[in-house]
């Protein structure tokens, strides 16, 4: 069974820094591309960075660019989002996303990954 899992989520003030990590298992994920997408109350979910899967590739909405760093370990089946100079904009759930097998461009769009994590809470206070 394939499951991605979030961790590294948590309050920080304004300014701070977070590093998410996303833990696949079940099958290897080191051919999908995959991504990292956020919802904050009330709204949709959006698109936040992606990585193609060797990590050469990455795209980044525009407010979350210059901050944040998405990367890939595929030796170890785990991407990671460092977040850096945190506004409370940031706020919202964190989850993971990863493409189905041998999609192997990033991207931008929900509907082009099949696997999801349970999500990460990231909190910044001002």
């Known amino acids: 069974q394939v499951q991605l899992v979030e961790s590294g989520g948590g309050l920080v003030q304004a300014g701070g820094s977070l590093r998410l990590s996303c833990a696949a298992s079940g099958r290897t994920f080191s051919r999908n591309a995959m991504g990292w997408f956020r919802q904050a109350p009330g709204k949709e979910r959006e698109f936040v960075a992606a990585?193609?899967?060797?990590?050469?590739?990455?795209y980044y909405v525009d407010s979350v660019k210059g901050r944040f760093t998405i990367s890939r370990d595929n030796t170890k089946n785990t991407q990671y989002l460092q977040m850096n100079s945190l506004k409370p904009e940031d706020t919202a759930v964190y989850y993971c996303?990863?493409?189905?097998?041998?999609?192997?461009?990033?991207?931008?769009?929900?509907?082009?990954?099949?696997?999801w994590g349970q999500g990460t809470q990231v909190t910044v206070s001002s």
């Open positions: 990585i193609n899967w060797s990590g050469g590739t990455t």
């Open positions: 996303a990863a493409a189905p097998p041998y999609r192997i461009a990033a991207s931008r769009l929900k509907g082009d990954y099949d696997y």
